[in-house]
């Protein structure tokens, strides 16, 4: 029996016991009583069915109540097209920008992880206990050790990289991730075609000399015209036989930030020209890690036992692991840390707009209900109780907001192609923001929730003007109805300053930050100068002298260009994403291999500084006699120079950095020159010491091209670059060929995104504050025609009018600005740890926000009132008192 059943039942012998006992007190036997009343009532089904029946009844004349009046409201609208149309649009506009921004939330933050159990998952990191904060790659042979802790159920380690494929049609880079064979399991899926990687196929060769490799769904379609054709067929990566495995399903990607053509296991890395291979190195730190928790394990039971392991590493391998701890991080926090507060940041400014929307919306409605006062009356003189006449307030309100949001989910459509168009690239699963059905249920719940908001405010100043009289009561209270609605608006005007305030300081702070990073000098001069990425397969150059008599004739060849003014190579170059870091050590004081400082590296030909515009300050550059057997050199930065070499003479000093390319060890090298600074990984980090080393001493296999090109001549310069490398080699594809203010403007983009919107949400509702305080003044000055005309009759100068119109503007505005400032103040504090990782050399308590932003929205306030103020000051007093 269910709990509505019950309750009838016990309602039904309520009922049976009231009827037998009103039969009794008539002097009818108790017993007879009780028979009279089971008749009187039925049997349990029968009374059970009526009672339904009625309620029933009851609910579905309560719809058609509702029903009735919101057409009523309708056609009232309908009626009022000034004012359907500018409520309406109002809250279009608080709704689609609260509606887009939480698609992108929704997608970013809320939506689950298309892997099995995603909470289950998380990064494995390694960290310098000297640097607590520091995130880390692990070596293979840690990654090894570590995974086989009992609290993981399965850990899987990858890198990505960029390979030449032929085999498969035109010779194409492609965007591949190497990675053990763990590592579709460890996620919880599988391929859509053919199947996965199996265990041992991280090893050369495991397929009969190949190796394996699963595509993904674009890349299988776009090369064999579909997934299941793909499956079995060879292909040629970076020189090196595989075959086709598997195919993923459409829309699989890992890692999430991220876009993979396909798979590999990480079988080729193990091949190296000198040396052990890299998966046996425990100091070569290069793999990122996932792992899965094991079931009923919380997240810091395993770090603790991971903890105990990396104690242990430590002790056991003093120089490659001294420092080394391991760091948990969830999966969705591991792609959001950055993202997540820059996002709620956003999510609150909107909100902020929404209310007021809100507001601005409320303050329509009751000058409204104050022109309809007569309406009201009437209908409580024709019989309309408190309750038909709320319900008709709440009913208009339901209208225009239900009429609002679906406005407004046509502008959050428009407005999501902008975001995901603008988006910077760093935003994971930004491109998958839609109006999926959590939103639409988001949006809806607005709509009713502003409905409720702005309809109360008419509906309680209705009942406040009533004092238990009836709504006939407002026609023998006008003065003092008026007075309580001229409060209200004072209040909703004063919150609308308030909120604006708050969103305009934020803004504000964004925008300063963004100034200062742009007026960042880079360390170098992108203008002209063009970018391309050549990498050389191995199976074709398999010594470094072939890498590096390739690139040799290749630059050769492009500064005969004459579209090219000078050309240079490096791995890598700065705001690529790209970096090199290792130790180093100095002869003349040494120090044992885990005490050794680190570095960056960058592997760069002669003419480089040239192209990229980096200056020269010191000693001399690099020549084609800088080759291997000739003494080892390097160049260092200032900061460098700054860091490690300070109070020595740095030109001849002698330094060992951790990186060969032939047999017989790390050489030691002289410092020959000392070049300026270049912010390498971003525009908001500072650049980072760096020892610059000949390609031709460490051949790398794969390049990045600098060339600078004549102004104007871009076009040719990069047709150029193409012809050159395919006139070495048809084989070897070109890939990011771009300009390199491109990079620039990519490192911008972040800052530039956070700036705009906040900025954009900013002039809305300064727009929408405005828009409200305008609306006020402007029935204010209509209410107070009259007095206006008699005080301009008894001779008021224009000027006092105008004053006095601004002065009861300027001073709603001013309180709501009072208010607003303090709630910056506390804002601030909020964005201080919000936003610290995406503000540069600025404050979110900057003192030029907080100053600024209240002398705008004055600004913006005197000019909402000055309209109304020339109006009354312009007024015909004969006119209005003819009027009256």
């Known amino acids: ?142 990654f090894r050790d570590l995974r ?51 265990a041992g196929e991280d090893r050369p060769g495991s397929l009969g000399g190949r190796d394996a490799a699963v595509f993904s769904d674009a890349l299988a379609r776009s090369r064999f015209g579909s997934a299941a054709a793909a499956v079995g067929r060879d292909v040629v990566l970076d ?27 990480v079988a080729p890395l193990q091949i190296s020209t000198s040396g052990p291979p890299m998966t046996e190195q425990r100091g070569a730190h290069w793999l990122k890690a996932i792992v899965r928790l094991a079931p009923g394990i919380a997240p810091p039971a395993a770090a603790a036992q991971l903890h105990t392991l990396t104690q242990r590493l430590a002790r056991q391998y003093r120089d490659d692991d001294a420092y080394r701890e391991t760091r948990l991080v969830p999966l969705l926090a591991n792609y959001t840390a950055t993202t997540e507060p820059v996002l709620l940041v956003l999510l609150a400014a909107v909100g902020c707009v929404l209310l007021i929307a809100c507001v601005n919306v409320a303050g329509l409605m009751l000058a409204r209900a104050l022109r309809r006062r007569g309406e009201f009356a009437v209908r409580a003189a024709l019989g309309a109780s408190r309750g038909a006449v709320l319900r008709q307030l709440l009913c208009e309100s339901l209208a225009v907001g239900l009429l609002g949001a679906g406005a407004g989910l046509v502008l959050a459509r428009i407005a999501l192609i902008g975001l995901v168009r603008l988006g910077p690239t760093g935003i994971v699963r930004l491109s998958d923001a839609r109006l999926s059905p959590p939103v639409l249920v988001f949006a809806l719940g607005l709509a009713l929730l502003t409905a409720l908001v702005f309809g109360l405010v008419p509906a309680l100043d209705l009942l406040r003007s009533e004092h238990g009289g009836g709504v006939a009561a407002t026609m023998l209270a006008e003065a003092r109805t008026v007075a309580s609605r001229h409060a209200w608006r004072r209040v909703l005007v004063a919150a609308q300053f308030a909120l604006a305030l708050g969103v305009l300081t934020g803004a504000l702070v964004l925008l300063h930050s963004l100034t200062r990073l742009v007026g960042v000098a880079p360390g170098f001069q992108p203008a002209h100068v063009l970018t391309a990425s050549v990498n050389l397969p191995d199976a074709r150059y398999p010594s470094p002298g072939d890498d590096a008599a390739f690139f040799g004739r290749l630059l050769d060849r492009l500064r005969a260009q004459p579209a090219i003014v000078s050309v240079g190579a490096a791995m890598p170059v700065p705001l690529s994403g790209n970096n090199i870091a290792t130790s180093f050590d100095r002869p003349a004081a040494p120090l044992p291999q885990a005490e050794q400082p680190s570095t960056q590296i960058g592997v760069i030909t002669p003419g480089y500084f040239n192209a990229m515009g980096i200056p020269l300050l010191h000693g001399r550059d690099f020549t084609d006699q800088d080759r291997h057997g000739s003494p080892e050199i390097a160049i260092v930065n200032q900061a460098f120079a700054r860091q490690y070499l300070k109070g020595t003479a740095i030109l001849g000093e002698r330094l060992q950095p951790g990186i060969s390319a032939f047999p017989g060890g790390d050489p030691i090298r002289t410092v020959v020159g000392i070049v300026g600074d270049t912010r390498q990984r971003s525009l908001d980090q500072a650049a980072p010491p760096m020892i610059y080393i000949p390609q031709n001493q460490v051949p790398f296999d794969g390049l990045i ?10 076009a040719a310069a990069a047709a150029a670059i193409r012809d050159a490398v395919h006139g070495m080699d048809a084989d070897i594809p070109i890939f990011d060929l771009k300009p390199m203010a491109a990079a620039v403007d990519s490192s911008l983009a972040p800052a530039r995104f956070n700036a705009l919107l906040l900025g954009l949400f900013a002039a809305l509702a300064l727009l929408l504050a405005a828009i409200g305080l305008y609306a006020v003044m402007a029935q204010a000055v209509a209410q107070r025609r009259r007095e206006i005309g008699i005080r301009i009759a008894l001779g008021a100068q224009r000027r006092q009018i105008t004053g006095l119109v601004l002065r009861e503007g300027l001073r709603m505005a001013g309180l709501g600005i009072g208010a607003g400032w303090l709630l910056s103040w506390g804002l601030s504090r909020v964005l201080a740890s919000a936003l610290a990782a995406n503000l540069y050399d600025t404050s979110a308590m900057d003192p030029l926000a907080l100053a600024g932003a209240p002398l705008l929205l004055a600004s913006i306030a005197w000019a909402a009132c000055a309209l109304p103020a020339r109006r009354a000051a312009a007024a015909d007093p004969v006119a209005s008192l003819r009027m009256e």
């Not at 990858?158 to 064979?181: I, K």
């Not at 090196?240 to 993923?248: E, F, W």
């Not at 091209?705 to 871009?714: I, Q």
């Open 1 to 142: 029996m269910s709990r509505r059943d019950r309750d009838l039942d016990r309602e039904f012998d309520f009922h049976t016991e009231r009827e037998a006992l009103e039969r009794q007190a008539a002097g009818v036997d108790p017993r007879e009583a009780r028979r009279q009343a089971a008749l009187a009532l039925g049997t349990v089904e029968h009374w059970k069915e009526e009672a339904r029946s009625e309620q029933r009844g009851a609910v579905v004349d309560a719809l058609a109540l509702w029903g009735r009046d919101l057409k009523l409201a309708l056609r009232g609208l309908r009626r009022a097209p000034g004012f359907a149309a500018v409520a309406i649009l109002t809250l279009a506009l608080g709704i689609g920008a609260n509606t887009a921004v939480f698609s992108v939330v929704e997608a970013v933050l809320l939506r689950p992880f298309p892997f099995a159990q995603p909470q289950r998952l998380s990064y494995l990191w390694e960290t310098d206990s000297r640097h607590p904060g520091s995130q880390m790659p692990l070596s293979y042979p840690d």
């Open 148 to 198: 086989q802790v009992p609290a993981l159920a399965g850990a899987a380690a990858f890198t990505v990289g960029d390979l030449p494929m032929t085999g498969a049609g035109e010779a194409a880079h492609v965007r591949a991730a190497s990675v053990s064979d763990t590592l579709f399991t460890v996620l919880g899926v599988n391929a859509a075609k053919g199947r996965a990687f199996r």
């Open 239 to 265: 020189g090196r036989p595989y075959t086709i495995v598997g195919v993923m399903p459409a829309g699989f990607q890992f890692p999430l930030d991220d876009h993979e053509d396909l798979w590999t296991t």
């Open 705 to 714: 091209l600098v060339a600078r090109a004549r102004p104007g001549a871009e």
